[in-house]
């Protein structure tokens, strides 16, 4: 079994800054992208960055300049660092994961349980 868990959620005023942390653990063979994903009230859960094994990475463009997205192989961990936080930032943030267990030949996707941000005005 695999399981992520994300940390770095909270209250915070416009113009601040939050770090997600996202960290998995299991029976893992190797992770593919990792990425964010968030979801306001009354809408649809969207890409917010994903970033692969060989560190590309791509940013909606809400998002570009203002957040980044970084892993840690060794920890089987991706952070998203954001600044520059604005109200429409509130949701939910995912984590999300494409990962091989150890027996298998293939990749699951794998999500983490959310973690609030609210961006106050």
């Known amino acids: 079994q695999v399981q992520l868990v994300e940390s770095g959620g909270g209250l915070i005023q416009a113009g601040g800054s939050l770090r997600l942390s996202c960290a998995a653990a299991?029976?893992?063979?190797?992770?593919?992208?990792m990425g964010w994903y968030r979801q306001a009230p009354g809408k649809q859960r969207e890409l917010v960055a994903r970033i692969t094994s060989g560190d590309i990475t791509n940013y909606a463009d809400s998002v570009k300049g203002r957040f980044t997205i970084s892993r840690d192989n060794a920890k089987n961990a991706v952070y998203l660092q954001m600044n520059s936080l604005k109200p429409e930032d509130t949701a939910v943030y995912y984590c999300n994961a494409k990962i091989r267990q150890r027996f298998q030949l293939y990749e699951d996707d794998y999500w983490g349980q959310g973690t609030q941000v609210t961006v106050s005005s």
């Open positions: 299991g029976n893992i063979f190797s992770m593919n992208a």
